[in-house]
């Protein structure tokens, strides 16, 4: 059983930035691939981000060039830095992984104000 803890949502203005945390029980993290989705009101919970265990990544074209993941793995943690943030990313963003099962973290908001 793996269980997800995701920190560093909040409230920022367009072009600002936040990061977000999530931390992994367990001690399979480093095998994993983990990600990040987030879920914007009425909206179908979307891929932002995600990175596998060699450290290759993957972004949505509506993030590209503007986020960051990062994987820590001495200290299962995965990072997500979101930089030039817009209104449209207003969302709840979940940390995501896998590892037989899906696991997903509570989610944390992020709202980017005009």
């Known amino acids: 059983q793996v269980q997800l803890v995701e920190s560093g949502g909040g409230l920022v203005q367009a072009g600002g930035s936040l990061r977000l945390s999530c931390a992994a029980s367990?001690?399979?993290?480093?095998?994993?691939?983990v990600g990040w989705f987030r879920q914007a009101p009425g909206k179908q919970r979307e891929l932002v981000a995600q990175?596998?265990?060699?450290?290759?990544?993957y972004y949505a074209d509506s993030v590209r060039g503007r986020f960051t993941i990062s994987r820590d793995n001495a200290n299962n943690t995965v990072y997500l830095q979101m930089n030039s943030l817009k209104p449209e990313d207003t969302a709840v963003y979940y940390c995501?992984?896998?590892?037989?099962?899906?696991?997903w973290g509570q989610g944390t908001q992020v709202t980017v104000s005009s």
């Open positions: 995501w992984a896998f590892y037989v099962n899906t696991y």
């Open positions: 367990g001690n399979i993290f480093g095998r994993m691939p």
């Open positions: 990175i596998i265990s060699t450290g290759t990544t």
